[in-house]
């Protein structure tokens, strides 16, 4: 049984930072396999964040380029995002992905909330 566990929210002010890490189990690593993450504000519908490739390639929201770093250590099976400049409006749920070609699962989400 596939499973992620994210780990890392919480609550940070504004232009503070926070590390999100999400770990795989129950599943074998394939080269089409890609990770992401995806966030859904209340009230809106879930959006990409960012994805990484087994291979490195990452691909971001245009709203956190230049804030958000994704990475991965595919020995671990994990993906992490860490977050800086923080802004109210990064407030949601975020979600942890792993997809390849016929699969598609999602972790059970961790609360990131930026107020002052």
């Known amino acids: 049984q596939v499973q992620l566990v994210e780990s890392g929210g919480g609550l940070v002010q504004p232009g503070g930072s926070l590390r999100l890490s999400c770990a795989a189990s129950g599943i074998t690593f394939s080269p089409s396999i890609i990770m992401g993450w995806y966030r859904q504000a209340p009230g809106k519908q879930r959006d990409l964040v960012a994805t990484?490739?087994?291979?490195?390639?990452?691909n971001y929201a245009d709203s956190v380029k230049g804030r958000f770093t994704i990475s991965r250590e595919n020995d671990r099976k994990a993906v992490y995002l860490q977050m800086n400049s923080l802004a109210p409006e990064d407030t949601a749920v975020y979600y942890c992905?792993?997809?390849?070609?016929?699969?598609?699962?999602w972790g059970q989400g961790t609360q990131v909330t930026v107020s002052s």
């Open positions: 992905n792993l997809r390849g070609r016929i699969i598609n699962y």
């Open positions: 990484i490739t087994t291979t490195g390639n990452t």
